[in-house]
């Protein structure tokens, strides 16, 4: 059974950084970080490949780092110079082939976890 698990969400200050974890059950090609503010669509935040390639998009770029530890099965996103509309709640995704896993905003992923909130205030 697939599982993603996130951890790390919270409560934090504009200005202030959050890391996330996200550990998978087993190894994907394609991994990544999307989001959903309240009443919001759920949007692509980042993706990574196995070579370590990334992608962001714009809203994220130079604010927000995606990295990850194939070995454990594990992906981060560092954020930092966090906003108030950053608010959300994060999820983590995977899929299994890295072809096209290039656009946050159009890859579709295959299994996702549960989420974690992310609350920035002003």
């Known amino acids: 059974q697939v599982q993603l698990v996130e951890s790390g969400g919270g409560s934090v200050q504009a200005g202030g950084s959050l890391t996330l974890s996200c550990t998978a059950s087993e190894d994907y090609n394609c991994m990544g970080w999307f989001r959903q503010a309240p009443g919001k669509e759920r949007e692509g935040v980042a993706l990574i490949v196995n070579s370590g390639y990334a992608t962001y998009v714009d809203a994220v770029k130079g604010r927000f780092i995606i990295s990850r530890d194939r070995a454990k099965h594990t992906i981060n996103l560092q954020m930092n110079s966090l906003k108030p509309e950053d608010t959300a709640m994060y999820y983590c995704?995977?899929?299994?082939?890295?072809?096209?896993?290039?656009?946050?905003?159009?890859?579709?992923?295959?299994?996702w976890g549960q989420g974690t909130q992310v609350t920035v205030s002003s």
């Open positions: 995704a995977a899929r299994s082939s890295g072809l096209g896993c290039i656009n946050p905003s159009s890859t579709p992923m295959a299994f």
